[in-house]
């Protein structure tokens, strides 16, 4: 059974950090791509990261230069360290793995982050 398992939300100032992880299970081919998401309550899901296996990395231009993406293989985990943060960056930040061939695409259940005084 696949199983995608978000950590490290919670409650933070504004200007603080917090560091997502994610670590998936089950899955037999390594993804192509791992991925966070975000859903800010009445919004629609946005993008907001991704790690590629070939080493790239891509970044809403929303966190560009305070977020930090990352893949540990060994350990069949992404990462999503988050400086700066602010207000607007609250949400429920979801990890999703997906890959071409075989095709699937897999979501985590997600892991609320709040930026509050």
């Known amino acids: 059974q696949v199983q995608l398992v978000e950590s490290g939300g919670g409650l933070v100032q504004p200007g603080g950090s917090l560091r997502l992880s994610c670590v998936t299970s089950?899955?037999?081919?390594?993804?192509?791509?791992m991925l966070w998401y975000r859903q800010a309550p009445g919004k629609q899901r946005e993008f907001v990261a991704s790690a590629i296996r070939d080493g790239s990395t891509n970044y809403a231009d929303s966190v560009k230069g305070r977020f930090t993406i990352s893949r540990d293989n060994a350990k069949n985990t992404v990462y999503l360290q988050m400086h700066s943060l602010k207000p607007e960056d609250t949400a429920v930040y979801y990890c999703n793995a997906n890959n071409i061939w075989p095709w699937y695409d897999y979501w985590g259940q997600g892991t609320q982050v709040t930026v509050s005084s």
């Open positions: 089950g899955i037999i081919v390594r993804p192509n791509a």
